[in-house]
C-alpha cells in the first residue's frame, strides 16, 4: 500500500520517479488491492445519484435532504446497496434459469421479490441508521421511484459516456 509514497524531497531540483501501485490495472491507476477498486464509472454514478436525489427533494416534498454533503453520502449508501442488488438479482436470475423444476423456479421467483423488496428496505433503514433526522427517503413507494429513477439515469448516461 506504501509503495507509492516516497520519503525523498519533491519540489525545484528535485527528481521525481514515477511509482506504479502494485496490483494497478495500469501505471497511474487509483489504489487496487483486488476487489477493493475505485472505478470512474462508480464516481460517475454517485453524481448522478446525487443530482437524481437533489431533483427529489425539489419535486417530491416527502423527499427530504437536508445539505448536499447528506445528499452525497445518501447517493453513496444507495451506490453501495444497489450494487449489491444487482449482484444478487443477478445471482437469482441465473438460479432461475438453471432451475429443474417448476418448484425450483417459483422459489428463484420468490427470491427475486425478495431481494428487490428487500434492498429497498435495506435503504431506509441504513439511510436511517447513518443520516438520522437529516435525510427523510419518503416510504416504500418514493423509494421504489427513486431507485428506478436511479437505474435508468445511470444506464442512461453509462451509454451517453461509451
Known amino acids: 500500500m506504501t509503495a507509492w509514497l516516497s520519503a525523498e524531497p519533491v ?5 521525481r520517479r514515477k511509482r506504479s501501485i502494485p496490483g494497478a490495472a495500469a501505471p497511474g491507476c487509483a489504489y487496487d488491492e483486488g476487489m477493493h477498486r475505485l472505478r470512474a464509472r462508480d464516481v460517475v454514478d454517485v453524481f448522478v445519484y446525487t443530482a437524481v436525489l437533489a431533483i427529489f427533494t425539489e419535486v417530491f416534498p416527502e423527499v427530504v435532504s437536508e445539505s ?10 444507495m451506490k453501495v446497496v444497489l450494487e449489491l442488488a444487482v ?11 438453471r432451475a429443474p423444476s417448476v ?20 435503504i431506509l433503514w441504513l439511510t436511517d441508521l447513518v443520516l438520522g433526522d437529516a435525510v427523510h427517503l419518503g416510504g416504500f413507494f418514493s423509494v421504489t421511484l427513486l431507485v428506478v429513477t436511479l437505474m435508468l439515469t445511470r444506464a442512461g448516461v453509462r451509454r451517453l459516456i461509451d
Open 68 to 77: 448536499f454533503l447528506t445528499s452525497l453520502v445518501t447517493a453513496v449508501l
Open 87 to 97: 449482484a444478487a438479482k443477478a445471482r437469482v436470475i441465473a438460479r432461475f434459469k
Open 11 to 15: 519540489g525545484f531540483g528535485a527528481q
Open 103 to 122: 418448484q425450483a423456479r417459483a422459489v428463484a421467483t420468490a427470491g427475486f421479490v425478495i431481494v428487490a423488496a428487500g434492498s429497498k428496505a435495506l
